[in-house]
């Protein structure tokens, strides 16, 4: 078994681990590169509070970092040179921007639930304006 760390080197191993988590975005990546294992994490995440809410607030800069990426994606694109060809001579590069519109979709559901969340088939607003217009009168209009 391995001596017990110093709490000297304890706190920097949380503070690289912490570090590394925003980074990585994932607890066994963050565990290799603060050189802890990942019984270690699970042990200080449940018995030092203060650890356990740097968790948390890390993992939510980690996701905020991914929302950032899929908006760039979805949003402002990416660009890639492509070269054109004819009779295998290179004519020229054109530079096209490429969008993620599954990504868009994904960031829209997370924004706006209600609005754009996926309905089953016969769910929704659909029964509810079929019955009004089942009752309507037309000679009252």
């Known amino acids: 078994m ?6 000297r080197v304890r706190r920097q191993k949380k503070r690289t681990f912490l570090a ?7 607890i066994s ?10 019984s270690t994490y699970h042990d200080w995440a449940e018995h ?18 991914l929302e950032e990426e899929a908006y760039r994606r979805a949003v402002v694109g990416t660009s890639t040179e492509t070269p054109i060809y004819y009779k ?7 530079v096209r921007t490429e969008y ?7 960031l829209l559901k997370a924004r706006a639930p209600n609005k754009y969340r996926d309905r089953a088939q ?20």
């Open 2 to 7: 391995a001596a017990p760390l110093s709490d």
């Open 20 to 26: 590394s988590f925003e980074v990585l975005g994932n």
């Open 29 to 38: 990546a963050a565990c290799r590169s603060s050189g802890i294992a990942r």
């Open 48 to 65: 030092d509070d203060a650890f356990a809410l740097a968790v948390n607030v890390a993992s939510q800069v980690a996701t905020e970092h």
């Open 88 to 94: 295998g001579d290179e004519l020229e590069r054109v």
């Open 100 to 106: 993620s519109d599954t990504l868009l979709i994904f």
């Open 122 to 141: 016969g769910q929704g607003d659909e029964p509810d304006r079929v019955k009004v217009y089942a009752d309507l009168d037309l000679d009252q209009i």
